[in-house]
């Protein structure tokens, strides 16, 4: 399958920018048990401890000084309409390697750090590092994908994602609306 040109992304822009902007459809869970695998699932748990239960996101580690999972990345969710416009295909969707999909406006504007969303009774809380594309993305995806998700509309759009952390644990589900939570002036 041929990735779309940097010309054709573009131009898929505007429908991105119409992406709900409060509430929006979870439409794809994906669980990575193992570095390569990918299972796509109608319904996860969320853990505070673990993230998505089953999920190799702990076991795994990242850049913490003891080699530990990173909470601020534990949950990776990337806007449905991007991906259906780089991946073109749904069932290559979970290639991109985020856990969560969903038709929401995942802007810095509309979801900065601090935000949360809840799914049912699970909550997420939107986090700080910034979500971009590697090497696996961009081989699955191509230099023009990559390009496009880190340009400065791409990277103000948050089009490669966000990362989050489970802040009240629950059961989330394919079809499930995920809604925005207004913060609070104090906050």
């Known amino acids: 399958m041929n990735s779309p040109t ?27 048990p193992r570095a390569g695998e990918r299972e796509v699932l109608e319904e996860g748990q969320l853990d505070l401890a673990d993230g998505l239960v089953g999920d190799n996101w702990k076991t795994r580690g990242s850049r913490t000084t003891d080699g530990s999972a990173y909470r601020e990345t534990q949950i990776t969710v990337m806007n449905s309409r991007v991906i259906a416009l780089l991946a073109q295909a749904k069932e290559r969707w979970p290639l991109a390697g985020d856990q969560l999909f969903i038709d929401l406006d ?47 509309t791409g990277k103000q759009l948050q089009l490669r994602g966000i990362n989050a952390k489970v802040v009240q644990p629950g059961v989330i589900r394919v079809g499930a609306v995920a809604k925005k939570l207004l913060l609070s002036k104090a906050t």
Do not use: W, Y
Not at 6 to 29: C, F, S, W, Y
Not at 124 to 133: N, R
């Open 6 to 32: 940097l010309i054709e992304l573009e131009a898929g822009l505007d429908a991105i920018r119409q992406a709900p902007k409060d509430r929006g459809v979870l439409e794809m869970i994906v669980r990575r």
């Open 106 to 152: 995942l802007s810095k504007e509309n979801l900065p750090p601090g935000t949360r969303l809840t799914f049912g009774s699970a909550v997420l809380e939107v986090t700080p590092p910034p979500h971009t594309g590697c090497k696996k993305f961009m081989a699955r995806f191509g230099q023009e994908a990559m390009a496009f998700v880190n340009s400065p």
